[in-house]
């Protein structure tokens, strides 16, 4: 097994390098045709994977994860955005850190392959995918099996136990022991999907899940659960006729061992999971404002009621800021950029590396959803290069726009970004 280590927007190629670093890498051929294979199949839907540089380079997307290749080689793609840029473990650490808190977001899922586990209250995104494995599996067919069953009845039924027979006691000789086989859902695979749902209808709290695994449930409802689930995860079939239920196994196996999938790798063989660094910053840094934000102060994630204009009566172009938070009569407009910044490009050719099309949609937020008055936030990671908010941005007046470092390691906000600074106390960090 080849293991390749890399970050986001890594290029690798099959030719020889002098050197592997994070950023350029070698692959086999087979692993390279292989990668451009499935992004063209994900490019049909309108995704991406990796984009082809030439015949022998090609540049990865903004995912991270893992992902295995049918030829063996196992790619991990950690986030750019770390201090100590060649530190894989503490790029994995704060990796499992924001997942952790933001795993309910869209994957992007190949191949099987290993991913490592950490313990953790079982997250809604969790048993989403688990309940949307199970749904398949349900229309599909849950699989029967003919099973022996000893039993006393007062009739013969199947075969006759002699040997129990003549010990039977006397009064009970009206009573056969007899040895039969039943063909229902009584089988490994089905208590152990059983009993993980039976786990996920008392504890989830998702309206979507919740109705979906009480739908679920009437299906398995004759299936009794697990008395042994080491036991019954050994016997496990995997042959053809249970091709249908491998999907489900590594999500059952999570809800009942009360676990999350890390894309990174280690002891899980489930299917590979890509996440888009974009939206887990956006989602952890939704997760860390929840609890750094005064107690009276509203957070709106991707608010989404002004439109740009109108024509013919009609509203044009809707505008979706990440975050609006309101405090009282005052709102801010915070949205997120996964992308690294340098103080020291502030001359006018560079603009710290800043986008002008940022700029522009932020005016428009400003102009929207605080009525031209007030303050925007632009949030960036905060690297060694970006680590204090820049000096305002003054569109006029009334109106200004903040670019502030979010500290990933602190899960906090640089402290003087908004207007009200008490809520951002080391305390409530």
């Known amino acids: 097994m080849r293991s390749v280590v890399v970050r986001e927007y890594a290029r690798l190629t099959t030719s020889p390098l002098a050197q592997?670093?994070?950023?350029?890498?070698?692959?086999?051929?087979?692993?390279?045709?292989?990668?451009?294979?499935?992004?063209?199949?994900?490019?049909?839907?309108?995704?991406?994977?990796?984009?082809?540089?030439?015949?022998?380079?090609?540049?990865?997307?903004?995912?991270?994860?893992?992902?295995?290749?049918?030829?063996?080689?196992?790619?991990?793609?950690?986030?750019?955005?770390?201090?100590?840029?060649?530190?894989?473990?503490?790029?994995?650490?704060?990796?499992?850190?924001?997942?952790?808190?933001?795993?309910?977001?869209?994957?992007?899922?190949?191949?099987?392959?290993?991913?490592?586990?950490?313990?953790?209250?079982?997250t809604e995104w969790v048993m989403g995918q688990f309940l949307s494995e199970l749904d398949r599996l349900v229309k599909r067919g849950v699989r029967f099996d003919y099973r022996s069953v000893q039993e006393q009845q007062r009739f013969l039924r199947g075969r006759l136990d002699v040997d129990r027979q003549l010990r039977q006691p006397p009064g009970r000789q009206h009573l056969f022991h007899i040895e039969h086989d039943v063909f229902d859902a009584d089988r490994p695979e089905n208590r152990l999907l059983r009993t993980a749902l039976d786990r996920v209808c008392r504890i989830t709290r998702d309206p979507s899940n919740w109705r979906l695994s009480h739908e679920l449930a009437t299906f398995l409802a004759p299936v009794p659960t697990?008395?042994?689930?080491a036991s019954d995860f050994r016997r496990w079939r995997d042959d053809r006729l249970m091709a249908h239920y491998r999907p489900a196994r590594p999500w059952c196996s999570l809800i009942l061992n009360e676990q999350t999938p890390m894309s990174i790798l280690g002891e899980w063989y489930g299917a590979s999971l890509l996440f888009p660094m974009e939206r887990v910053f956006e989602r952890y840094v939704e997760a860390c404002l929840r609890r750094m934000l005064p107690p009276d102060?509203?957070?709106?994630?991707?608010?989404?009621?002004?439109?740009?204009?109108?024509?013919?009566?009609?509203s044009w172009f809707l505008l979706k800021p990440d975050f609006l938070v309101q405090r009282g009569q005052q709102r801010v407009v915070l949205d997120t950029k996964w992308k690294r910044l340098d103080e020291s490009f502030g001359g006018n050719g560079d603009k710290y590396g800043l986008s002008q099309s940022d700029f522009y949609q932020l005016f428009a937020y400003g102009q929207r959803y605080l009525d031209g008055k007030g303050t925007l936030v632009l949030v960036y990671p905060r690297t060694a290069t970006f680590q204090a908010p820049l000096d305002d941005f003054v569109f006029d007046a009334q109106l200004r726009l903040v670019v502030a470092p979010f500290d990933l390691e602190e899960g906090r906000l640089a402290v003087d970004a908004l207007p009200w600074e008490a809520g951002f106390s080391a305390d409530a960090a």
């Not at 957070?299 to 989404?304: D, F, V």
């Not at 439109?307 to 009566?313: D, E, N, Q, V």
């Open 20 to 122: 592997m670093s994070l950023d350029e890498a070698h692959v086999p051929d087979s692993a390279f045709e292989w990668l451009c294979k499935e992004s063209a199949r994900l490019r049909q839907s309108g995704a991406s994977l990796v984009q082809l540089e030439d015949r022998r380079w090609l540049r990865l997307d903004n995912y991270v994860g893992v992902l295995e290749t049918p030829c063996g080689t196992r790619i991990e793609i950690l986030p750019k955005c770390v201090e100590g840029m060649d530190d894989e473990e503490r790029a994995r650490r704060l990796l499992r850190k924001m997942l952790a808190r933001c795993l309910n977001l869209p994957t992007r899922e190949t191949g099987p392959t290993h991913i490592q586990t950490f313990s953790a209250p079982l």
């Open 226 to 229: 697990s008395k042994d689930m």
């Open 297 to 314: 102060a509203v957070l709106t994630p991707s608010a989404s009621s002004r439109y740009l204009c109108s024509h013919k009566g009609e």
